[in-house]
């Protein structure tokens, strides 16, 4: 088990900054923000170019991204493995995770429905 957090260490300090961007420039798309400085930014998110036909993605970028992304769902894999395994209670961490899927289920379930 200590090999799995020391995977889920690195892989962690390696991705955090740029999971930390996707989840803030997801933030400002969420709420419609919108400035020529966060539409340029967003373009790293998005893979997409602007109407003007610039944009900050590239190649390299987008296969560091999916790196990220295999990487992501491991270390969130291993994080729960650990959370059952050393929590104080398996119980709680499973209806953390059951809330976790329903929560949002029933936000667009309401959604689809009215």
Known sequence: MQ???SIHLYLGCVFAPLLLFFALSGI???LGIKTPLLRLIATIHTSHE???GGGLSSF???VFVLIMTVSFIIMTILGIVMAV????SRWVVYGCLVFGVLF???L???RMFT
């Not at 395994?85 to 104080?88: I, S, V, W």
């Open 3 to 5: 090999k799995l957090r």
């Open 28 to 30: 400002w798309q969420t």
């Open 50 to 52: 602007l109407k003007s």
């Open 60 to 62: 390299s970028l987008k």
């Open 85 to 88: 395994k050393y929590g104080r």
């Open 104 to 106: 949002p289920l029933v």
């Open 108 to 110: 667009v379930l309401i």
